[in-house]
C-alpha cells in the first residue's frame, strides 16, 4: 500500500525543521563574535556631554583622532551640551548597543548628577557599557594678585581670621569648581561665600579684577594666568602633582591630608554592548595611552589612565559615595 500524501509530506517537513533547529543551535554561539569581527563597518559616534570648545574637547578630539587610525573607521565627535550633561547621557543610553555610539562622561554625568537632580533620565551604572577610564586632570586652588596668600596654610588661616568675608568663584552650583571649594571647606572648617558665574572666563574677569579673593580652575583656564603672574595656585587637588605645573604642590601635601579632587574622563556605550567589542576598544585605547594619545594628554595637563571596565567600575561607586556627601553638606540642587 502506498503511503498517503500527509503522511509522506510530513517526514520532510519534521526532517527540515529539525536541521534548521541544529544550524540555530551551531551558529548562536559565533552570532556576536561575527558581529565584533566585521566593526567597525561605518563611522562611530562619539557623543561629548558639552558644548565646543570645552574641557571634554581636549580629551575627545585627539582620542577620536588616534581611534580613527587605529580601527579604519572615522571617529565623529558630536557635542550635545544642556543639563550638565544628561541630554547626551540619555543619548547614549538609548542609543542602539552595537559599538557604533559612544560617549565621553566626566566627574559629573557619573558620580555627581545623580545628587544634583531630583531625577535624572539614565542610571550611571546600569544603563552604560563601562569601557576606559582615560585619565584625570586636577583642579588649581587659586587666589587673586592682592589677596595675601602665598600658601594653603596662609589662605587657611587667612579664611579663619575673618568667617565670610572671602568671596570665591565657581562655573555654577554643583560644577567642579563649586563642589571642589565645598570639599575643601568641610575638610578645613573655613567660611568662604560663594558666588556662582556662568563661566570660567567671566570669574577669572572678576578674579583680575580683585572682585573675588579665590576660586578653583583647571589647567586650560589657568596657565596662563600663572606663568604672567596675574593670580598665584596655591596648590593643585589631585593625589600627585601635576607634570604640567609640577612646582605646585598638591593641597594634601600642603598641610590637608586626604584632599583629593579631579575631573576624569571615562569612554562608555550603551547597556548591552558585544564584549568584544568592549575588549576591542579597551585595548585599543591602553594601547595608545602608552602612545601618543598619553603624551599629548600630558601636555595637556592630564593625567593619563587606561582603566578598564571592572576598575572603572569600582572606582566611579567609589567616586559617587564620595561627591554625594559633598554634595548633600553644599545643598547645592538643580531641576
Not at 526532517?15 to 541544529?22: E, F, I, N, Q
Not at 558620580?111 to 531630583?118: E, F, G, K
Request: with cysteine; aromatic share 6%; net charge positive.
Amino acid at each position: 500500500m502506498k503511503p498517503s500524501p500527509t503522511r509522506a509530506s510530513t517526514k520532510p517537513a519534521a526532517g527540515r525543521r529539525a536541521a534548521c533547529l541544529l544550524a540555530a543551535a551551531l551558529f548562536t554561539p559565533m552570532a556576536g563574535g561575527a558581529l565584533a569581527q566585521a566593526w567597525p563597518a561605518k563611522p562611530i559616534r562619539l557623543i561629548l556631554p558639552y558644548g565646543p570648545g570645552g574641557g571634554s574637547d581636549v580629551v575627545a578630539r585627539p582620542l577620536g583622532h588616534h581611534l580613527s587610525q587605529r580601527l579604519g573607521q572615522q571617529v565623529l565627535v558630536d557635542n550635545r551640551g544642556g543639563a550638565n550633561g544628561n541630554i547626551a547621557m540619555e543619548m547614549v543610553a538609548r542609543a542602539p548597543a552595537d559599538g557604533y555610539t559612544l560617549g565621553l562622561a566626566l566627574t559629573a554625568q557619573l558620580a555627581i548628577n545623580p545628587y544634583l537632580y531630583t531625577k535624572i533620565p539614565y542610571d550611571p551604572m546600569k544603563d552604560f557599557a563601562l569601557i576606559n577610564l582615560l585619565g584625570s586632570a586636577p583642579y588649581f586652588l587659586t587666589v587673586s594678585k592682592g589677596t595675601p596668600a602665598n600658601s594653603l596654610d596662609d589662605f587657611l588661616k587667612l579664611a579663619r581670621a575673618k568667617p565670610g568675608a572671602m568671596t570665591y568663584g565657581s562655573t555654577g552650583n554643583g560644577s567642579g569648581l563649586h563642589l571642589s571649594m565645598e570639599l575643601l571647606k568641610s575638610m578645613s572648617g573655613i567660611d568662604i561665600v560663594h558666588a556662582p558665574y556662568k563661566s570660567a572666563g567671566a570669574a577669572m574677569t572678576d578674579m583680575l579684577g580683585e572682585q573675588l579673593q579665590a576660586m578653583f580652575v583647571s589647567y586650560g583656564a589657568g596657565v596662563g594666568h600663572f606663568k604672567a603672574g596675574r593670580v598665584r595656585p596655591l596648590g593643585a587637588t589631585t593625589a600627585q602633582r601635576s607634570k604640567a605645573l609640577p612646582d605646585i604642590p598638591t593641597i594634601a601635601e600642603a598641610g590637608l591630608k586626604g584632599y583629593e579632587s579631579s575631573v576624569w574622563y571615562a569612554l562608555l556605550g550603551p547597556r548591552g554592548m558585544p564584549p568584544e567589542i568592549v575588549k576591542r576598544l579597551n585595548t585599543e585605547i591602553g594601547s595608545l595611552i602608552k602612545a601618543e594619545l598619553g603624551v599629548q594628554f600630558e601636555a595637556d595637563g592630564i593625567t593619563p589612565s587606561g582603566a578598564g571596565p571592572e576598575q572603572l567600575a569600582a572606582f566611579v561607586r567609589s567616586e559617587s559615595q564620595k561627591w554625594g556627601k559633598v554634595v548633600k553638606q553644599s545643598g547645592a540642587k538643580l531641576d
